[in-house]
């Protein structure tokens, strides 16, 4: 490691702020996930910032960066996309649709979401959810099933 690269444009006081930065950016979002993978994130962004650094390139807005570097290390860590949450969307829906009926067709998006915002709890909460898609279908198709109970159950006035 060259540490004068470092020294010249980086104090001990900047390194100690910047890292406080990546980790406030992690931990600004709620979950366990997060709590507890906020230093190694942290000390990602720091890695890659030191990697920049010693290499000359310039970095603009170190503490943007920083935190940048640190989300993108938590939100790749956590591994869940925009096209891997719709493909399970589109899972969850059609496991809820499974069901049949009216009913069942017109609360599948509502299910399908539910089922979708509990897979993702699950996650930042620091779970593995090592079968997604089986997780969304079946969480899915329970809550259709479950709602349409409820509704056959209600009590008539």
């Not at 900047?14 to 996930?33: F, M, N, P, Y």
């Not at 230093?39 to 603009?60: D, F, I, Q, R, S």
């Not at 067709?105 to 509990?118: I, W």
Request: net charge negative.
């Amino acid at each position: 490691m060259n540490n004068d690269a470092v020294e010249i444009s980086l104090t001990d006081e900047d390194l100690e702020e910047l890292h406080q930065a990546a980790l406030d950016a992690v931990l600004s979002r709620s979950g366990k996930i997060y709590e507890m993978k906020a230093p190694e994130a942290a000390g990602a962004a720091m890695e890659k910032l030191l990697e920049k650094v010693e290499a000359g390139h310039p970095v603009g807005d170190r503490v943007a960066c920083v935190e940048k570097w640190a989300l993108d290390w938590i939100d790749g860590h956590v591994n869940l996309t925009s096209s891997d949450l719709e493909d399970l969307h589109r899972v969850a829906t059609k496991s809820a649709r499974s069901v049949g009926g009216p009913l069942a067709e017109s609360v599948a998006d509502d299910a399908a979401n539910t089922a979708l915002a509990r897979m993702v709890t699950r996650i930042y909460d620091g779970f593995e959810v090592k079968h997604r898609r089986a997780y969304v279908s079946k969480a899915a198709h329970r809550w259709t099933l479950n709602y349409i109970n409820d509704v056959k159950n209600f009590p008539k006035p």
